[in-house]
């Protein structure tokens, strides 16, 4: 696309090109916020805390703590194969 195509299209590809990068920077967060492994451990404790205050019964607790522990085995599985896939993320815990 040459430069004076580029600026009479721009009122045009503008605001796509801007939507597109916003729908990209919310995905990012959504998938942070869905791999984060201290979010999922936060929640165990907070399960914990009212299993021992007796806010819910001996059932819930184990129901909810199995779901949790699942959840986050697959946290791990998931960024352990993207580990394995690309090495240069080795140092990255996002």
């Known amino acids: 696309m040459g430069l004076l195509s580029g600026l009479l ?4 590809t503008g605001p796509v090109r801007g939507l597109q990068f916003i729908l990209e920077q919310i995905q ?3 998938d942070a916020e ?6 999922v451990q936060a ?6 805390v009212r299993h021992d205050l007796g806010e819910i019964s001996d059932e819930d ?3 909810q703590e199995t779901a949790l522990l699942e959840r986050l085995d697959a946290i791990r599985a998931y960024k352990e194969g ?8 080795e140092g990255d815990d996002s």
Request: no cysteine; hydrophobic share 40%; net charge negative.
């Open 9 to 12: 299209l721009l009122p045009v």
């Open 28 to 30: 990012a967060q959504v």
């Open 34 to 39: 869905r791999l984060d492994e201290g979010r």
């Open 43 to 48: 929640e165990l404790m907070q399960l914990g």
């Open 61 to 63: 607790y184990a129901e």
């Open 82 to 89: 993207l580990y394995e896939s690309d090495p240069d993320l």
